[in-house]
């Protein structure tokens, strides 16, 4: 599911107190988190009602921490956080999450999940299906014209042809939308 806007409400605050807490945030994620790289982003949920800690804890403790699967490895700055490190396909991902849940269990006796399982993507005619499990097991398919893979917080939308259809975008791959407000 991509969403390519969104309206927000919020609350007027100083400018500089804004500013401070914004940097601040950015400086704890890029020493906690592996940043300007593809990722998966943070690929457990913490398994809140099997354990006090938390699924990276469970991951450090129990999985060979540069095991890889083709492309897709665990990162070495934050262990939830899976790196393509070139060309990991779907496949690869998948494997490398299988064998890190697997792993955990065995060591440990916790079930840590995913939100979604994505278990196959097709084209059929001009739509792109994707199904997908959800965390109750329920299959679900998704219909689009095309399956924009987000690996990491910025996306890679190069040679997709955005600009085609009206659609801006910054460097990092948000939208633009005409009637945003400038200020």
């Not at 095991?67 to 990162?75: H, L, N, R, V, Y």
Request: net charge positive; charged share 30%; aromatic share 8%.
């Amino acid at each position: 599911l991509i969403f390519l806007s969104a309206s927000f409400k919020g609350f007027k605050k100083d400018k500089a107190l804004i500013k401070s807490e914004v940097q601040r945030l950015i400086e704890k994620k890029e020493l906690t988190q592996p940043t300007r790289i593809k990722t998966s982003g943070s690929t457990f949920k913490n398994p809140i009602n099997q354990t006090d800690k938390k699924v990276w804890q469970l991951i450090s403790e129990s999985v060979p921490l540069k095991k890889s699967f083709g492309d897709a490895s665990i990162s070495e700055k934050h262990c939830n956080f899976f790196v393509n490190k070139g060309n990991a396909k779907l496949e690869d991902m998948k494997n490398l999450i299988e064998f890190v849940a697997k792993s955990v269990f065995k060591k440990t006796g916790v079930n840590i999940n995913t939100s979604h399982r994505v278990t196959s993507i097709k084209r059929e005619g001009n739509s792109v299906i994707v199904s997908a499990d959800n965390k109750s097991g329920e299959s679900l398919n998704f219909e689009g014209d095309y399956c924009l893979i987000s690996i990491g917080r910025s996306a890679y939308t190069d040679g997709l042809g955005l600009e085609n259809i009206g659609i801006q975008t910054d460097r990092h791959g948000r939208e633009f939308p005409k009637y945003r407000k400038r200020r």
